[in-house]
């Protein structure tokens, strides 16, 4: 099985910081590679598709990078809204499988 | 908009069995694949299954394989889990997900709607 990684498992942030969040896979997924948004009792939401993708909708200041084990997602200009827990998922193969997620928080 | 709501979640003895269903709308529900996925109290997310658009494949994580059977009909754009044997590390809250591109045999790529989810509590 995949295991997906994540880093860090928490941080603290202003608004208007640049935040970054990265996802390390244990064998090399290509770009096979989404990140998802969930918000305290709420559903995942998609942000990005396939590393680098933006999900229709989703703001601009969202951005994913990265291929082969390591990944970025990047949130320029973090908005209050962004204060949420952010998982990493692959599907390079089954069983699909997701990071431990990272809760940014408000400093 | 798709909306996905799913129902049948609540306290079940170790041992019994419960089935989840998850209602679909405002989309070819039957050009999809579809999963479920769990997540405990406190915890990250867990994929547990999948369902091609026709029903032909499915997929399972092998921590419910044997135990749980997706299923779904497209007549009434409804999708099912059956859980049989449950134990309590299988209390969670159970989303359905729709995956995001259509006719596709296996996965394609990502999650892209999900429902509200449904909580199963798996207690004596």
């Known amino acids: 099985d995949i295991q997906m990684t994540q880093s860090p498992s928490s941080l603290s942030a202003s608004v208007g910081d640049r935040v970054t969040i990265t996802c390390q896979a244990s064998q090399d997924i290509h770009y096979y590679l989404n990140w998802y948004q969930q918000k305290p009792g709420k559903a995942p939401k998609l942000l990005i598709y396939t590393a680098s993708n933006l999900e229709t909708g989703v703001p601009s200041r969202f951005s994913g990078s990265g291929s082969g084990t390591d990944f970025t997602l990047t949130i320029n200009s973090l908005q209050p809204e962004d204060l949420a827990t952010y998982y990493c998922q692959q599907y390079h193969d089954v069983p699909l499988s997701f990071g431990g997620g990272t809760k940014v928080e408000s400093k | 908009q798709v909306q996905l709501v799913e129902s049948g979640g609540g306290v079940v003895q170790p041992g019994r069995s419960l089935r989840l269903s998850c209602a679909a709308s405002?989309?070819?529900?039957?050009?999809?694949?579809m999963h479920w996925v769990r997540q405990a109290p406190g915890k990250g997310l867990q994929w547990v299954t999948f369902?091609?658009?026709?029903?032909?494949?499915?997929l399972y994580a092998d921590s419910v394989k044997g135990r749980f059977t997706i299923s779904r009909d497209n007549s009434k754009n409804t999708l099912f889990l059956q859980m049989d044997s449950l134990t309590p590390d299988d209390a969670a809250v159970y989303y359905c997900?729709?995956?995001?591109?259509?006719?596709?045999?296996?996965?394609?790529?990502?999650?892209?709607?999900w429902g509200q989810g449904t909580l199963v509590t798996v207690s004596s």
């Open positions: 997900a729709k995956d995001r591109r259509p006719y596709v045999d296996f996965w394609s790529d990502s999650l892209d709607s």
């Open positions: 405002a989309f070819t529900f039957s050009s999809f694949g």
């Open positions: 369902i091609s658009y026709d029903g032909r494949n499915t």
